[in-house]
C-alpha cells in the first residue's frame, strides 16, 4: 500500500520567505509527527498530532514554525521567515502504534 | 541532551563480518526501537524490543536490551554492501515525544 509521502521533496528559498511542506500520512493512522534533522544530526522532535486532540507543539523551535492537520489526513508545516539555521531536512512520519512510518523528508535550503 | 545516543559514530566493516552497535539511554523505558535511514532520508522501523524483552531477533539482526545498564545492542551478522547505512535508536519520552539519537554510520565495504 502507499506509504508516507511528502512534497516538495527539495526547496530552496530565499532568507525571509516563508515556506510551506506538506505531508499525506497512511490512511488510518491517527498519529503524525514532524521532525527536523540537521545534516549529520539525530532528529528532533518538532510537533505530534493525534487525532482530534490538541497538537504536541513542544518541540517547535520558535514562533515561526507552525503545523496545522486536518482530521487524520495531510499535515502542513509552515515556517515564516525563513533562516538560515532552518535549513535541514524535515521529515514526516506516522503511526497508529509505538513504529513509525517515515516519508522520504524534505531537504529545505535557505539561501 | 538527547536521550538515545548511540556509539560508536561511525563503523567501517568488510562484507561478511559482523556489526554491532550499542544505544545508551537515561530514563525508565517501556520500549526501546532500532531505524535505519539510508542517505539522510526518511527512516525505516527496523525491530522493537520492550522492556521485558532481553534479546530479539530479526533475520540477520539481534536486538538486546539490558535495563539494568539503560543500554541495548544491535548486531547485524554476515553484512552486505546494502547494510551501509545510519542506524538510530528511539526511546518513548514524555508526553509523545520519541529521542532519537545521532546515529551510527555503518559502512560495509565489499
Known amino acids: 500500500g502507499a506509504g508516507v509521502s511528502q512534497s516538495p521533496s527539495n526547496k530552496v528559498t530565499e532568507k525571509g520567505k516563508d515556506v510551506e511542506l506538506r505531508c499525506d500520512p497512511i490512511s488510518g493512522h491517527t498519529a503524525l509527527y514532524w521532525y527536523r534533522q540537521r545534516l549529520g544530526q539525530g532528529l528532533e522532535f518538532l510537533i505530534y498530532?493525534?487525532?482530534?486532540?490538541?497538537?504536541?507543539k513542544s518541540g517547535l523551535p520558535s514562533d515561526r514554525f507552525s503545523a496545522e492537520r486536518t482530521g487524520e489526513s495531510v499535515s502542513t508545516l509552515t515556517i515564516q521567515r525563513t533562516q538560515q539555521e532552518d535549513s535541514a531536512v524535515y521529515l514526516c512520519?506516522?503511526?497508529?502504534?509505538?513504529?513509525?512510518?517515515f516519508g522520504p523528508g524534505t531537504r529545505l535550503t535557505v539561501t | 541532551s538527547q536521550q538515545g545516543e548511540e556509539d560508536p559514530q561511525a563503523l567501517s566493516i568488510q562484507e561478511g563480518e559482523n556489526a554491532t552497535m550499542n544505544c545508551s539511554y537515561k530514563t525508565s523505558i517501556n520500549n526501546l526501537q532500532w531505524y535505519r535511514q539510508n542517505s539522510g532520508r526518511g527512516l525505516v522501523h527496523l525491530i522493537l524490543?520492550?522492556?521485558?524483552?532481553r534479546e530479539k531477533h530479526s533475520g540477520r539482526l539481534r536486538v538486546t536490551l539490558d535495563t539494568s545498564k539503560k543500554s541495548s545492542s544491535l548486531l547485524i551478522t554476515a553484512s552486505r554492501a546494502a547494510d551501509t547505512a545510519s542506524y538510530f535508536c528511539?526511546?518513548?519520552?514524555?508526553?509523545?515525544?520519541?529521542?532519537f539519537g545521532t546515529g551510527t554510520s555503518l559502512t560495509v565495504i565489499p
Open positions: 524490543i520492550r522492556s521485558n524483552e
Open positions: 498530532f493525534q487525532g482530534n486532540s490538541a497538537p504536541d
Open positions: 512520519a506516522s503511526s497508529i502504534s509505538y513504529e513509525q512510518y
Open positions: 528511539a526511546t518513548p519520552h514524555t508526553g509523545n515525544q520519541f529521542y
